[in-house]
Protein backbone atom coordinates (compact mmCIF):
# COMPACT_ATOMS: atom_id res chain seq x y z
CA UNK A 1 0.00 0.00 0.00
CA UNK A 2 1.20 3.46 -1.07
CA UNK A 3 1.45 5.91 1.43
CA UNK A 4 2.11 10.04 1.56
CA UNK A 5 3.17 12.15 4.83
CA UNK A 6 2.49 15.39 3.67
CA UNK A 7 4.15 16.93 6.91
CA UNK A 8 7.23 15.54 5.22
CA UNK A 9 7.04 17.41 2.30
CA UNK A 10 6.16 20.41 2.97
CA UNK A 11 10.02 22.00 3.43
CA UNK A 12 11.58 20.22 0.68
CA UNK A 13 12.99 23.04 -2.09
CA UNK A 14 13.00 20.60 -5.53
CA UNK A 15 10.90 18.16 -7.58
CA UNK A 16 14.00 15.66 -7.30
CA UNK A 17 13.87 16.08 -3.47
CA UNK A 18 10.21 15.34 -2.95
CA UNK A 19 10.34 12.24 -5.38
CA UNK A 20 13.12 11.31 -3.49
CA UNK A 21 11.42 11.44 0.14
CA UNK A 22 7.92 10.11 -1.43
CA UNK A 23 9.94 7.00 -2.20
CA UNK A 24 11.71 6.92 1.00
CA UNK A 25 8.26 6.80 2.64
CA UNK A 26 7.54 4.39 0.06
CA UNK A 27 10.62 1.47 0.12
CA UNK A 28 8.45 -1.15 -1.52
CA UNK A 29 7.69 1.43 -3.96
CA UNK A 30 6.32 -1.19 -7.14
CA UNK A 31 8.03 -0.20 -10.95
CA UNK A 32 6.00 0.88 -13.15
CA UNK A 33 5.28 3.78 -10.26
CA UNK A 34 1.33 3.15 -9.49
CA UNK A 35 0.85 7.31 -10.10
CA UNK A 36 -3.03 6.68 -9.69
CA UNK A 37 -2.34 4.79 -6.16
CA UNK A 38 0.03 7.77 -4.64
CA UNK A 39 -2.31 10.24 -6.08
CA UNK A 40 -5.32 8.90 -3.98
CA UNK A 41 -2.45 8.48 -0.82
CA UNK A 42 -1.86 12.27 -1.27
CA UNK A 43 -5.74 13.57 -1.14
CA UNK A 44 -6.16 12.90 -4.87
CA UNK A 45 -10.15 11.58 -4.59
CA UNK A 46 -10.15 11.09 -8.52
CA UNK A 47 -8.49 10.12 -11.47
CA UNK A 48 -10.22 10.47 -14.05
CA UNK A 49 -10.87 11.19 -18.23
CA UNK A 50 -10.59 14.58 -19.29
CA UNK A 51 -12.77 14.89 -21.99
CA UNK A 52 -11.07 17.80 -24.12
CA UNK A 53 -8.72 17.84 -27.13
CA UNK A 54 -7.31 21.38 -25.80
CA UNK A 55 -5.62 20.05 -22.94
CA UNK A 56 -3.23 17.29 -21.38
CA UNK A 57 -4.00 17.58 -18.03
CA UNK A 58 -6.00 19.60 -14.91
CA UNK A 59 -5.89 19.65 -11.35
CA UNK A 60 -8.93 21.49 -9.20
CA UNK A 61 -7.70 21.25 -5.54
CA UNK A 62 -9.03 22.93 -1.99
CA UNK A 63 -7.08 26.12 -1.46
CA UNK A 64 -4.80 24.11 0.97
CA UNK A 65 -4.34 20.92 -1.35
CA UNK A 66 -5.46 18.43 0.81
CA UNK A 67 -8.44 17.11 -1.29
CA UNK A 68 -8.22 17.53 -5.34
CA UNK A 69 -9.46 15.74 -8.82
CA UNK A 70 -6.78 15.04 -11.10
CA UNK A 71 -8.43 15.34 -14.86
CA UNK A 72 -6.09 13.76 -17.56
CA UNK A 73 -6.68 13.21 -21.52
CA UNK A 74 -7.96 9.60 -22.10
CA UNK A 75 -7.15 9.80 -25.96
CA UNK A 76 -3.15 9.95 -25.47
CA UNK A 77 -0.84 6.72 -25.44
CA UNK A 78 -0.68 5.12 -21.62
CA UNK A 79 2.57 6.77 -21.01
CA UNK A 80 2.07 10.13 -22.09
CA UNK A 81 -1.15 9.83 -19.72
CA UNK A 82 0.86 8.05 -16.89
CA UNK A 83 3.14 11.39 -17.17
CA UNK A 84 0.11 13.58 -17.00
CA UNK A 85 -1.10 12.59 -14.42
CA UNK A 86 2.41 12.64 -12.51
CA UNK A 87 2.52 16.18 -13.53
CA UNK A 88 -0.89 17.14 -12.25
CA UNK A 89 0.09 15.40 -9.14
CA UNK A 90 3.23 17.61 -8.94
CA UNK A 91 1.37 20.67 -9.01
CA UNK A 92 -0.58 19.18 -5.86
CA UNK A 93 2.38 18.28 -4.01
CA UNK A 94 4.94 20.90 -4.87
CA UNK A 95 4.33 23.26 -1.51
CA UNK A 96 5.05 26.27 -2.84
CA UNK A 97 2.21 25.84 -5.73
CA UNK A 98 -0.71 27.83 -4.60
CA UNK A 99 -3.24 27.71 -6.72
CA UNK A 100 -6.58 25.84 -6.42
CA UNK A 101 -6.62 24.81 -10.44
CA UNK A 102 -4.14 24.09 -13.06
CA UNK A 103 -4.81 23.45 -16.77
CA UNK A 104 -2.00 22.08 -19.07
CA UNK A 105 -1.61 21.60 -22.51
CA UNK A 106 1.04 19.77 -24.27
CA UNK A 107 3.81 22.13 -24.63
CA UNK A 108 3.45 22.85 -20.60
CA UNK A 109 4.46 19.46 -19.74
CA UNK A 110 7.88 19.85 -21.39
CA UNK A 111 10.74 19.60 -18.72
CA UNK A 112 12.35 22.25 -20.99
CA UNK A 113 9.71 24.30 -22.61
CA UNK A 114 6.72 25.29 -21.07
CA UNK A 115 5.90 29.17 -20.47
CA UNK A 116 6.16 29.48 -16.81
CA UNK A 117 8.42 27.93 -13.63
CA UNK A 118 5.58 26.17 -12.18
CA UNK A 119 5.10 23.85 -15.20
CA UNK A 120 8.73 23.13 -15.64
CA UNK A 121 9.01 22.31 -11.97
CA UNK A 122 5.92 19.72 -12.32
CA UNK A 123 7.53 18.13 -15.34
CA UNK A 124 10.50 17.44 -13.55
CA UNK A 125 8.34 16.36 -10.64
CA UNK A 126 7.10 13.97 -13.07
CA UNK A 127 9.96 12.69 -14.72
CA UNK A 128 11.92 11.82 -11.73
CA UNK A 129 8.89 10.36 -10.08
CA UNK A 130 7.69 7.68 -13.60
CA UNK A 131 12.08 7.31 -13.84
CA UNK A 132 13.62 7.66 -10.59
CA UNK A 133 17.45 7.95 -11.09
CA UNK A 134 18.53 5.40 -8.48
CA UNK A 135 16.10 3.27 -9.41
CA UNK A 136 16.41 3.58 -13.24
CA UNK A 137 20.42 3.06 -12.14
CA UNK A 138 19.71 -0.06 -10.32
CA UNK A 139 18.01 -1.55 -13.55
CA UNK A 140 20.58 -0.08 -16.22
CA UNK A 141 23.58 -2.15 -13.96
CA UNK A 142 21.36 -5.25 -14.86
CA UNK A 143 21.39 -4.67 -18.72
CA UNK A 144 25.05 -4.52 -18.79
CA UNK A 145 26.53 -2.56 -22.31
CA UNK A 146 24.79 -0.36 -23.63
CA UNK A 147 22.01 -1.30 -26.67
CA UNK A 148 18.90 -0.14 -28.38
CA UNK A 149 17.37 -2.68 -26.99
CA UNK A 150 17.80 -1.59 -23.29
CA UNK A 151 16.06 1.25 -23.44
CA UNK A 152 12.55 -0.52 -24.78
CA UNK A 153 13.23 -2.91 -22.38
CA UNK A 154 13.51 -0.19 -19.54
CA UNK A 155 10.64 1.79 -20.82
CA UNK A 156 8.14 -1.42 -20.73
CA UNK A 157 9.41 -1.79 -17.20
CA UNK A 158 8.98 1.83 -15.97
CA UNK A 159 5.40 2.18 -18.11
CA UNK A 160 7.24 5.16 -20.18
CA UNK A 161 7.55 6.42 -23.52
CA UNK A 162 10.44 5.54 -25.31
CA UNK A 163 11.48 9.39 -26.18
CA UNK A 164 11.75 9.67 -22.21
CA UNK A 165 13.21 6.83 -21.45
CA UNK A 166 16.07 7.21 -24.23
CA UNK A 167 16.98 10.80 -23.01
CA UNK A 168 17.18 9.14 -19.20
CA UNK A 169 19.35 6.51 -20.53
Known sequence: MVQVDPVELADL?????????????????PVPIPVEDL?????????????????????????????????YNGSRPRTRQRFTIAHELGHFLLPWQRRTSFECASKDLKTNGADTDWEV????????????????EQELRKLGDPELGNIVQLGDHFGTSIEYTARRY
Open 121 to 136: QASRFAAELLLPQRLF
Open 39 to 71: ARAAGIEEVKVLPSEQFEGALICDDVKSRGVIL
Open 13 to 29: ASPEQLVAELLRQNPQM
